[in-house]
């Protein structure tokens, strides 16, 4: 069955930097379009970034573009998020998420059908 498994997550300061990992199994991941998303407390879902199934297109959220990179290892079965230039706002669950094949706007949560458990980023001031 389709496993994704997120880790990396932490307590950093303002201005620090993390790394998320999501490591996937169960599917033909590198021919699959892979997102990660981040759930603040009484907040909804929402989109930090996306990448194509070969790594050659990249997709920000506005609040994260410049700061942040998503990345694949297709030999590795993994997606990664560089988190660089940390503020309070970033603080959340990050979970990663597969594509679907038919999607047709990548920035909604209705697109991915299957998720991580998530890991917990919080920035502290």
């Known amino acids: 069955q389709v496993q994704l498994v997120e880790s990396g997550g932490g307590l950093v300061q303002v201005g620090g930097s993390l790394r998320l990992s999501c490591a996937a199994s169960?599917?033909?991941?590198?021919?699959?379009?892979m997102g990660w998303f981040r759930q603040a407390p009484g907040k909804e879902r929402g989109f930090v970034a996306a990448?194509?199934?070969?790594?050659?297109?990249?997709y920000y959220g506005d609040s994260v573009k410049g700061r942040f990179t998503i990345s694949r290892d297709n030999a590795k079965n993994v997606v990664y998020l560089q988190m660089n230039s940390l503020n309070p706002g970033d603080t959340g669950i990050y979970y990663c998420?597969?594509?679907?094949?038919?999607?047709?706007?990548?920035?909604?949560?209705?697109?991915?059908?299957?998720w991580g458990q998530g890991t917990q980023v919080t920035v502290s001031s």
């Open positions: 990448i194509n199934w070969s790594g050659g297109d990249r």
């Open positions: 998420a597969c594509l679907k094949a038919n999607a047709d706007n990548r920035y909604y949560t209705e697109s991915y059908n299957y």
């Open positions: 169960g599917f033909d991941f590198r021919f699959t379009g």
